[in-house]
DNA sequence: AATAAATGAGTGAATATTCATTCGCAGATA
DNA sequence: TATCTGCGAATGAATATTCACTCATTTATT
């Protein structure tokens, strides 16, 4: 077994662990036999427990973001912008729900918090993209002139909301309804 | 200190340890110690550490509801019905942030999953309320015509997202930018 | 005095992390 | 070619901590 392999294996069990039983359902312990790997390994490629979580994260977030972009061009109409990174957003997380609920779940704990509260100053992450298109779409007048979080709570907030009961297996929504919805939110913040 | 004031104490210190620090950051003994209280008292008014969690969000959930119920009724256009009770709901969760932050940690856990896996077949809850709004809109051509599920994404989401954002004081929203994000979930969902 | 409520040190299980030891193997030596 | 050597990677038993929960004892109430 190569050396990537091995802390690509601990990513990979930590990913499902965490995904199926939370942070505290995936010991260290429990990461390393998933993996194939002695306690003490994980050790050799990350510092902590927490690192190991931080990292995961953030090689998570540059996939997503590396999908959003592909056949994204701010050459389209803003409606076109929007509907195209709405629906892979919530296509890829439907396809990868695994990636959903360990984005979901680190956000909502304390290191996505702090994350967040960085990220107010100097914007980086998936979230310039959308900036870009809100800033956009406000000065151009066709969505409403509304401060810019709020245009992140109705453009994100229902797409996060189905992903979620989507990956939980409450609904299983089909191609059509992802577009239907993705619609819905740009009639939320357009003019 | 009487009886009733201990389980309250209880309560209220387990509200206060898991809204800042998570379930996990909540040990029985610092609620005990935060409550006043010695560590095997709680064990005189909860089974366990479960079903105080359990208790503590059933009881919060009964006080929103009335909350929201309050000047609320079915005379009302419902476009009005909506904004009151979506203005009602992001308000009474900026007002008591723990509320909040509480609750979407719980349903986000295991134990809230099980909850809304529950209520998929026989509606209570907070529910019940919009899903009787969603159907006399769907069934009025006042509303878009899609899954009910979809209507929940779009009218809660949002007003999820920008609750959260408020308690963890990334953003401050006055009334006037509550009624605009209410109203334009309700361009989202509307016809 | 009798009963109930409350206590808090103690228990055992679980967990993150450490570290003395072993392993595998790339080169050096003969 | 055959053997040795050095070293970083890997190990996993041991450690120290934390936690939910118990129960013999004390305190309060009637």
């Known amino acids: 077994m190569k050396v990537s392999d091995k802390r690509d294996n601990i990513m990979r069990a930590a990913l499902e662990l965490v995904t199926e039983k939370g942070f505290h359902g995936a010991p260290m312990s429990r990461i390393a036999e998933e993996a194939g790997v002695a306690a003490g390994t994980i050790y050799c490629y990350f510092e902590s427990k927490d690192t190991l979580i931080d ?12 999908v959003l972009k592909e056949g994204y ?11 195209h990174l709405g629906t892979a957003l919530l296509k890829y997380f439907i396809t990868n729900p695994a990636c ?20 107010l100053l100097g914007q980086t992450g998936e979230e310039s993209i959308f900036k870009n298109l809100f800033e956009d779409g406000i000065f151009l007048k066709v969505l409403k002139d509304l401060p810019l979080f709020i245009h992140f709570a109705l453009a994100f907030g229902p797409l996060i909301a189905l992903a979620r009961d989507q990956t939980l297996g409450l609904i299983s929504m089909d191609d059509a309804q992802i577009t ?7 009639d939320g913040i357009k003019r």
Do not use: D
């Open 180 to 186: 239907q919805a993705t619609e819905a939110c740009w």
């Open 55 to 66: 990292e995961l994260y953030h090689e998570l977030e540059e996939k997503l973001l590396a």
């Open 73 to 83: 061009s701010t050459t389209m109409s803003l409606r076109e912008r929007f509907l």
């Open 100 to 119: 959903f609920r360990y984005m979901e779940q680190y956000m909502l704990s304390p290191f996505g918090t702090a994350l967040k509260k960085n990220r």
